[in-house]
């Protein structure tokens, strides 16, 4: 039992009982085991969750996106993650690199947990038959609340290991909000290249969509057609004049 429940403080960081899985993972014997027993655990949430969002459009669609919502967070992850520590380093932070990316992970494995808990949702609607643009905006919706719990996570570990544990600046809890920011807008970016994830029924499958525009116009245009969509129209475009569409 107690192994058990072991295992979980190192995989799965929970908004309830904090202080006791934050003093377990800013140990000073804290290995790079429990790196990937999270990373694992990341991997398998993250193409779950792809994995029902693809499968609105087809079977191959829900492959890829299994596949494609795992290289979304690990790179985000990659690309971020050594700027963010070299500050942190320079400010005064005592944390070896293994605590902080088991901090900075726990955030990304809530937040896909969190993800995973809106799947019966999601389902709902795709067997009810909600249009295309409107689980757009679900998913979107959806990635914005799950990032918000697990950022909270990140920068509760963060304020525990400056107030209680005396290993981390004060200042870096404000530095790290800097970075989040960054953060949203490489993984934006980056989702925005390896779309689509969700696939429109209306198109053929493809691996990679090569639309001009950015994520912020499809935005906008996806809220447009929700509103103003009537029968039919989705089929008929003016190229020129629509911005592109998220897929």
């Known amino acids: 039992m107690n192994s058990k429940l072991k295992l979980n403080k190192l995989t799965f960081p929970t908004l309830q009982n904090n202080d006791s899985y934050f003093e377990t993972i800013l140990d000073e014997n804290y290995e790079w085991s429990g790196i990937i027993k999270q990373y694992v655990l990341l991997l398998f949430l993250s193409a779950l969750y792809g994995l029902i969002m693809g499968s609105y459009h087809s079977l191959l669609q829900a492959a890829v996106s299994s596949l494609k919502l795992p290289v979304l967070f690990t790179v985000t992850l990659l690309i971020c993650f050594p700027a963010f520590f070299i500050i942190q380093h320079i400010l005064g932070s005592k944390l070896k690199i293994v605590q902080m990316i088991a901090i900075i992970q726990s955030g990304f494995v809530l937040t896909t947990a969190i993800m995973v808990s809106f799947i019966p949702i999601v389902i709902f609607f795709l067997l009810t038959g909600s249009n295309y643009y409107f689980l757009q905006l679900l998913h979107i919706g959806i990635f914005v609340v799950s990032g918000i719990f697990g950022t909270k996570t990140i920068i509760d570990a963060l304020k525990y290991s400056c107030e209680k544990k005396g290993i981390y600046p004060r200042i870096g809890v404000d530095v790290f909000k800097f970075w989040i920011i960054i ?29 001009e525009g950015n994520f912020y116009t499809a935005l906008i245009y996806s809220v447009k057609q929700l509103v103003n969509e009537k029968p039919g129209d989705t089929e008929h475009y003016e190229e020129n004049n629509l911005p592109p569409r998220l897929k």
Do not use: S, T
């Not at 949203?184 to 969700?198: H, K, M, S, T």
């Open 183 to 211: 953060l949203a807008f490489v993984g934006i970016q980056l989702a925005w290249n390896l779309r689509p994830f969700l696939g429109n029924r209306e198109e053929a499958f493809q691996m990679f969509r090569d639309y």
